[in-house]
């Protein structure tokens, strides 16, 4: 259902779209359903999950709301979404409204499917983590909505957030973090793509914003290497790590070695998907704590053809 704060702060204002109701012609209305829409078959259809609780729980927008609010976000029971600079004049606008990305949509329910699963601490690597798994099933909702392969895909979140009026694509890039805009007011997308880059900084609950382009290019390492629609083999390893495997305080070491424990688990021990895994994760300096139970170890780099 969607709700029309009508640019107050009073929540949840008025219904302006119920399950199943036509188009109301209100392009910030339509976006949230048709994204609630896509983020719900995702889960349901791909990874068998029923809502963000997994019991059915409806799925609750506010649109336009406050005036010249710059952002989204989900607020433990509904999504929340704002309708940038549309106030402003064209040439100084710097933000469309925020139902228009898609991915953005996805990334906002998915901080809800997070907080009924493993929980993650939103501060510093955990933090971090809570944003990056946003991050890639914000992607994929989007990928999918489009069908698009790991290979056409473009990777950016957020893409058409920016007006024409900022030098950027998008507000992160999973495929080369660091580098989605590039503006003399935003100034530099900060976000590293590896761990000798990491950004100590007590703002922004410890970089969770920044710091999470390490695992997103991990999780893109494993998806470009496999192939095919991400949503099917990278993203389920992802969504039964965050189901079943994480805890609130975990970090990236932590992530990645349950994400390479998953990926045994559904496609078998040194099988591609699981050095898939492994390379993703060493690729973005996070080099795995391995067993001889877990497999892979010293012929991981000559499977995959490294020096």
Not at 68 to 76: H, I, L, R
Not at 162 to 191: C, E, W
Not at 243 to 272: C, I, M, Q, W
Not at 276 to 284: I, L, N, P, Y
Request: contains cysteine; charged residues 20%.
């Amino acid at each position: 259902m969607i709700y029309d704060a009508e640019n107050g702060s009073a929540m949840p204002g008025r219904l302006a779209r119920a399950e199943g109701d036509a188009a109301t012609g209100d392009a910030a209305t339509d976006e949230a359903y048709d994204g609630a829409g896509a983020t719900f078959d995702l889960y349901y259809e791909i990874f068998e999950r029923n809502s963000i609780d997994n019991q059915g729980m409806d799925l609750i927008s506010i649109v336009h709301y406050l005036q010249g609010y710059d952002n989204a976000f989900w607020n433990g029971e509904r999504m929340v979404y704002g309708d940038g600079d549309e106030d402003l004049p064209e040439d100084q606008r710097l933000f469309n409204r925020f139902t228009i990305a898609i991915d953005i949509i996805g990334h906002e329910l998915t901080h809800g499917v997070t907080q009924y699963e493993a929980g993650l601490v939103y501060k510093d690597q955990p933090g971090a983590l809570n944003e990056s798994f946003s991050d890639v099933f914000g992607s994929l909702v989007k990928q999918r909505a489009k069908m698009q392969t790991a290979d056409e895909a473009d990777w950016l979140i957020g893409e058409g957030l920016f007006t024409s009026n900022v030098h950027g694509a998008g507000i992160r890039s999973m495929k080369n973090p660091g580098t989605a805009y590039n503006d003399p007011i935003l100034g530099k997308d900060p976000q590293p793509a590896h761990m000798r880059d990491y950004v100590q900084t007590t703002s922004d609950n410890g970089g969770v914003h920044i710091n999470s382009g390490i695992p997103n290019r991990a999780f893109f390492g494993v998806a470009k290497a496999l192939g095919g629609y991400a949503w099917q083999k990278a993203g389920k390893i992802w969504y039964i790590a965050l189901r079943d495997k994480l805890a609130a305080n975990d970090d990236f070491h932590t992530a990645a070695n349950k994400t390479f424990e998953v990926a045994a688990a559904l496609y078998g021990k040194n099988s591609p998907a699981q050095l898939a895994v492994q390379k993703g994760w060493d690729e973005v300096g996070i080099t795995l704590h391995l067993d001889k139970k877990q497999g892979c170890g010293k012929n991981f780099r000559q499977f995959l053809g490294w020096p």
